[in-house]
């Protein structure tokens, strides 16, 4: 998967790129159809201080993509704050995948019963 960061106002360490791809892989690991994942970090000083710092997260996978943001006053909650957002639409996501796949099959699975009964 491609991983592209973004900072605005905020200094990019090495422990803060290294946490958000540990973030990425375990994302990565949820959905093997994920194409690129944007990561925007923020710094806003017009804000209050309770939400100045945000993290948005734009993953690009098959059909429509999923996006997460959130914003906090410390850098490392937001981040994860995001991350459990974008895993709940990734969960949310294939459970719809999985139920539309049921209902397919127990739809030809009762056509072929209604046939075998006439």
């Known amino acids: 998967m491609k991983f592209i960061l ?4 905020v200094k990019l360490t090495q422990e803060l790129e290294d946490r ?18 944007r990561v925007t970090i ?16 734009r993953l690009a996978v098959r059909g429509p993509d999923l996006f997460a943001e959130d914003s906090e006053s ?4 937001a981040i994860d704050l995001a991350m459990k957002k974008m895993e709940q639409q ?12 049921h209902s397919q099959a127990a739809a030809t699975k009762r056509k072929q019963q209604d046939e075998a009964l006439t």
């Open 90 to 101: 990734i969960s949310k996501r294939r459970s719809k995948f999985k139920a539309r796949k």
């Open 42 to 57: 923020v710094h806003d000083k017009t804000k209050v201080p309770e939400r100045q710092l945000s993290c948005s997260i």
């Open 20 to 37: 958000l791809l540990d973030r990425i892989k375990k994302l990565e690991r949820k959905d093997h159809r994920a194409v690129e994942a």
């Open 6 to 9: 973004s900072t605005h106002n």
């Open 74 to 77: 410390d850098l490392n909650s």
